[in-house]
């Protein structure tokens, strides 16, 4: 806090060439879609603890739905909004890099109830077929993967009901885009990695250098 004038015993951390300055260095569009559950994730905490957006980034809130007091009411969140704008965004062809957020798996499944886990998890299939599709048309490659589970276990080992987040391995899948040459489209499940690993793949499939400062190995 700035008002305060007081030594500091940690200061901030500053990341050089996390992915989004590496985008913008190398003069490259990105947007950023989420509702609000998770537009924290998708902005501030992917610049590396910065609000400002960068220049060649775009921003995009879906209003996460109000009108529930627990989301397992409403689990499809609003998933399908955001699908929209993303197919909207993707169509435009105006990207080179877009970075969507789906929040139903989490946070749904924060509630504990499985039979709305369930609901949640089909309004994903449903949205993600349609974004994977039109990304994949529009001559773009699709990474899918997670930061951590949580859907998937709704029980512990004792049976009770589990809302946490869980250690369990996520998936890490690449679909490659359609073309004249490649009129299929290719789905892959990437070898064993960490979010290290995400930004170097992702640089790999642009086509772009790897920082110096990025110890991760491409996936592919």
């Known amino acids: 806090d700035k008002k305060w004038i007081l030594p ?3 200061l901030p951390q500053n990341f050089d060439h996390i ?3 590496w985008l913008e260095e190398k003069k490259l569009k990105q947007c950023r879609i989420a509702e609000t559950e998770k537009y924290a994730h998708v902005t501030y905490f992917f610049n590396g603890g910065k609000e400002k957006p960068f220049a060649s980034e775009d921003r995009v809130l879906i209003q996460s739905p109000k009108e529930v007091p627990t989301y397992d009411l409403k689990p499809e969140m609003s ?4 699908a929209e704008e993303a197919i909207k965004r993707l169509q ?13 798996a989490d946070i749904v499944g924060h509630t504990g109830n499985y039979e709305a886990t369930i609901k949640a998890i089909e309004a994903l299939d449903k949205c993600l077929e349609t974004v994977i599709s039109n990304a994949t048309t529009t ?16 029980r512990d080992k004792n049976g009770a009901i589990h809302t946490q987040h869980t250690l369990n391995p996520v998936p890490a899948i690449w ?16 070898k064993d990695g960490s979010l290290s690993d ?15 400062e990025v ?3 491409s996936l592919l």
């Open 79 to 82: 998933a399908y909004q955001v």
């Open 92 to 104: 435009s062809k105006n990207y080179d890099f877009m970075l969507i957020n789906f929040a139903n």
């Open 139 to 154: 001559g773009m490659h699709v990474l899918l993967t997670a930061d951590h589970g949580n859907a998937e276990e709704m």
């Open 215 to 217: 110890t991760g190995k």
């Open 198 to 212: 995400i930004m170097p793949t992702l640089c790999t499939l642009m086509g772009l250098p790897i920082p110096n």
């Open 8 to 10: 500091a015993l940690f």
């Open 175 to 190: 679909i490659s885009p359609l073309s004249e040459n490649a009129p299929k489209r290719q789905i892959k499940a990437l």
């Open 19 to 21: 992915f989004a300055a």
